[in-house]
């Protein structure tokens, strides 16, 4: 079965510093990753994905992923946490053999950057 | 360029009740998914089509669920004799292509059934 976890429903980072939010994914076979923010009251805005190559994926407003095969890992980092990064965070997994096309997303890591 | 809309922004009924919910995607794309998202919860699936036709209906809870893309583009999701357990965030999301392509996503249709 596929299914995505972000075992921390709340990460609190001080302005500046460096942002960690973690995701770990199960797939049958090789995954497309994702990540999208959701801010209040707008729709989820794709950040990044991967999806084969360069373990280390570049995305939007700064943010970048480390894919970890072997610890089935998919952690979004940023070096410097700024207050506007304050947002809920999705991770998303679509196994490569569905024919199916769906995509499993976690509960959400709601980040906190305080001044 | 316009994303993806959806209407209305919040719909409030009846239990037992006939809602339709509208998504209109971003033109050009051909892949088109629905998605609830509860309170806490991340977007869960629903519904994903390619096209006109429901590629993948596996996430629909049951059958008084229904969605329908006619032409190709706009797209209603329509739930029969509302409960009071539909309420939810009810997201539409297209991509240009199905596969590994990122979705790009409506601000979503607050239901709440009462």
């Known amino acids: 079965a596929q299914s995505v976890a972000q075992p921390e429903d709340q990460v609190n980072v001080a302005e500046g510093n460096p942002l960690t939010v973690k995701c770990t994914y199960s797939?049958?076979?090789?995954?497309?990753l994702f990540w999208y923010v959701q801010y209040p009251n707008r729709g989820l805005q794709f950040l990044l994905k991967?999806?084969?190559?360069?373990?280390l994926v570049k995305g939007s407003y700064g943010f970048e992923a480390e894919f970890n095969k072997s610890q089935t890992s998919f952690h979004l980092k940023k070096p410097s946490a700024l207050v506007s990064d304050s947002a809920l965070y999705f991770c998303?997994?679509?196994?490569?053999?569905?024919?199916?096309?769906?995509?499993?997303f976690g509960t959400g890591t709601s980040l906190t950057v305080i001044p | 360029g316009a994303g993806v809309s959806q209407t209305p922004s919040n719909k409030v009924t009846e239990k037992g009740k006939y809602v339709e919910l509208r998504c209109d995607p971003i033109?050009?794309?051909?892949?088109l998914y629905w998605y609830r998202q509860s309170l806490g919860q991340g977007p869960e699936f629903l519904i994903y089509?390619?096209?006109?036709?429901?590629?993948?209906d596996s996430g629909l809870p049951n059958d008084r669920f229904f969605a329908v893309r006619p032409e190709g583009s706009v797209s209603t999701l329509k739930i029969q004799r509302t409960e009071r357990g539909d309420s939810a965030v009810y997201l539409c999301?297209?991509?240009?292509?199905?596969?590994?392509?990122?979705?790009?996503f409506g601000p979503g249709t607050r239901l709440t059934v009462t």
């Open positions: 797939v049958s076979g090789n995954p497309y």
């Open positions: 991967y999806i084969t190559g360069d373990n």
């Open positions: 089509f390619q096209g006109t036709g429901a590629a993948d």
């Open positions: 033109s050009g794309h051909t892949a």
């Open positions: 999301a297209s991509s240009d292509i199905a596969g590994a392509r990122e979705q790009y």
């Open positions: 998303a997994v679509r196994d490569m053999l569905d024919t199916g096309n769906q995509f499993y």
